[in-house]
T-cell receptor, first 109, second 116 residues
Framework: GQNIDQPTEMTATEGAIVQINCTYQ??????LFWYQQHAGEAPTFLSYNVLDGLEEKGRFSSFLSRSKGYSYLLLKELQMKDSASYLCAPLDSNYQLIWGAGTKLIIKP | DVKVTQSSRYLVKRTGEKVFLECVQD?????MFWYRQDPGLGLRLIYFSYDVKMKEKGDIPEGYSVSREKKERFSLILESASTNQTSMYLC???????????????FGPGTRLTVL
């Protein structure tokens, strides 16, 4: 079967760094997306990885290891507005997104 | 900017009613999707469409149907609403053909449907 595993909730301090992990098992693989979703709002695109390694985009970076079925999202210099859910979603062999339940990130002052 | 709009943010219906949820995108995207999102679960795909008048079942199509008469509009229909269809419904669109490809999906704001 297809399975996505992310922590349900994480807490971090404003200004700090946090890493949100995602492990996945899918039928085939065509890359992995990370989305951000603030409470009551639509998910918005953060990153897409298809090759192994780290991709940096401002305060956010995303890492992928295809052989390990593992990705993480790294958020630096945390701000209060980063309080949101972060959704990991690999693309399977049919190019369908398989969504994790998301990690709720709480930022404390 | 891509804009995806949904007809209602909040909707309350009674069991057995027919419910229409509408989604419109303004970026000429080929692909459109309907998901539902429930606490503790990932987004689950109900139906998607990769062209006008085309539709394909997702993971949980039972109790739902869809209509895509125009490229920019994708409607989700609950033929006879039931309490277990109380959920957040999210519409998304993406560029690309045949519902495939690695293009980013852009989401509407969601409709929170309550069925009493």
């Amino acid at each position: 079967g297809q399975n996505i595993d992310q922590p349900t909730e994480m807490t971090a301090t404003e200004g700090a760094i946090v890493q949100i992990n995602c492990t996945y098992q899918t039928s085939g693989f065509n890359g992995l997306f990370w989305y951000q979703q603030h409470a009551g709002e639509a998910p918005t695109f953060l990153s897409y990885n298809v090759l192994d390694g780290l991709e940096e985009k401002g305060r956010f970076s995303s890492f992928l290891s295809r052989s390990k079925g593992y990705s993480y999202l790294l958020l630096k210099e945390l701000q209060m507005k980063d309080s949101a859910s972060y959704l990991c979603a690999p693309l399977d062999s049919n190019y369908q997104l398989i969504w994790g339940a998301g990690t709720k990130l709480i930022i404390k002052p | 900017d891509v804009k995806v709009t949904q007809s209602s943010r909040y909707l309350v219906k009674r069991t057995g009613e027919k419910v229409f949820l509408e989604c419109v995108q303004d970026m000429d995207h080929e692909n459109m999707f309907w998901y539902r999102q429930d606490p503790g679960l990932g987004l689950r795909l109900i139906y998607f469409s990769y062209d006008v008048k085309m539709k394909e079942k997702g993971d949980i199509p039972e109790g739902y149907s869809v209509s895509r008469e125009k490229k920019e509009r994708f409607s989700l229909i609950l033929e006879s609403a039931s309490t277990n269809q109380t959920s957040m419904y999210l519409c998304a669109s993406s560029h690309g053909t045949s519902g495939r490809g690695t293009d980013t999906q852009y989401f509407g704001p969601g409709t929170r449907l309550t069925v009493l």
